[in-house]
């Protein structure tokens, strides 16, 4: 056997074992749930993210040394897709999981790794994203919040906007402004703020699902103790920035799972409507779009390979991302629209509904409206392929 043919039979050794637990845990914890499991519910995916760091699926790329498991992204692909295909939800603390912990690793002072890190891997820790602004959003340089220099560190002073899980957070990743007289990217510095310090005010926003996972974070007088600055002051861009190529490789992975499942249950509604005399399955409305939305499907799952197979080589990472954005958050909303056609006025009472693939559409469907708003709206992503693809001038 080669050595990749090794490591890849050590892999399904690793998928079945993990399949396995997944399955039974999981069901046993959905029906220990008071009141019927609802995998939207924040408490009780905060609860379930809980039982995955009790359990040691944590802290899977980490090393060992700081409690880690040291798995290769092989690996750490297989538990992302496996976790999905068992129908759990994601977390409450995937911004400290998958973005704060591999920054710290990278960035962070041996000091810095060791107070934040077990806090991460326990899930005890929640951590939020301070970055976008009323007026810094796609143009984050723009970043207005100011760090001052106060005595033996820092006075914070600033508001930030669309800050995920904010009220659940024990702490927030910050980019402030330590300099204003340097130029724009070169004056900012990455926090990490103790959210139960005086002066930080939340307030959730209600979105259009009828949660509230996103909040308003004003920051008034705040000390922020020096060492809890990352990196050099003056860095925080250059942070920021390799903070988002982190996640790369496993990030859709999840995503993409999800979009088959969902793609599966609108066949099936497809199938249910027919049989109701709604839209039917058999009209060619229905057929063309869900063969585009399958292709779609197939593509995406292609692209998410490729990505991964670039991470594990070590390549840096390029414009490609951008393309698989713009596609999964565009065809996800096409998919979602699809559900809605065929449910017909149906959807309007899903929520209520003992139907629990009809309601889970419908919420899929509100909450797919800002998918192609977070993490770089499809407008931006364009401009990247625009002038980093294809070479065309800078807009
Ligand atoms: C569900 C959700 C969760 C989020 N979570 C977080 C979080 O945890 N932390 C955080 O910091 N932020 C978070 N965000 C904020 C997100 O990063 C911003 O919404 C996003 O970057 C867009 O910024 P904006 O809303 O200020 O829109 P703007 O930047 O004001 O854009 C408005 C419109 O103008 C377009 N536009 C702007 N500039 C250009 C340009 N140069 N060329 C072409 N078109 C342009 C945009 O595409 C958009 O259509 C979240 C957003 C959502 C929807």
Known sequence: MTQMETAAADDETFRQALRAWLESAYARFVRGWPGGADPRNLDFRRAWEDTLCANGWSGLGWPREYGGRALPLSRQAVFHEEHARCGAPLGVNLIGHGILAPTLLHFGSEAQKRRFLPGILSNREVWCQGYSEPGAGSDLASVRTRAEPAQ?????????IWTSFADRAQRCFVLARTD???????GLSFLLVDMRSPGVRVEPIRQLTGEAEFCEVFFENVRVPREDLLGEENQGWKIAMAAASFERGTYFIPRLVRFAQELRQVRALALRADAYGRVPASSAAVRHRWARLAADSHVLALKSQRALAGAMRGDPPG???????IHWSEAHQRLLELSLLLLGDDACLADGSADPCAAGLVHAYLWSRAETILAGTSEIQRNIIAEQM????KA
């Not at 033996?152 to 930030?160: D, E, F, V």
């Not at 204003?180 to 070169?186: G, L, N, T």
């Not at 294809?390 to 001038?393: A, D, E, K, V």
């Open 180 to 186: 204003p007289q340097a130029s724009r990217h070169k």
């Open 319 to 325: 414009p490609e991302g951008s393309s698989t954005k």
């Open 152 to 160: 033996g560190g820092y006075l914070l002073n600033g508001h930030k």
């Open 390 to 393: 294809l070479g065309l001038p």
